[in-house]
């Protein structure tokens, strides 16, 4: 979290994450949500877009359409790109 703080505070406006590939394979499911969740929330607090690039994964499709139905919603998870 600490390099996506700091790369949004020296200018940056869209922030590349990977998932923790090796929680993914373990099924710590909770654990990769609340990782994007938490570097979303400091990415965007300070006026930045956060891009999450899942691999090839049915698991990390079923969490990626979970997170973007809770934007849909209204629940921010992403800043508005527009």
Known sequence: MYEAKRAVEEGGKEIDMVVNVGRVLSGKWEFV????????????????????????????????????????RGEELWADGG
Do not use: M, Q
């Open 33 to 72: 949500k609340g990782e994007i969740e938490k570097v979303n929330e400091a990415v965007v607090e300070r006026g930045a877009i956060l891009k999450v690039i899942f691999e090839n994964d049915c698991e990390c499709l079923t969490l990626y359409s979970e997170l973007y139905e809770r934007w849909l």
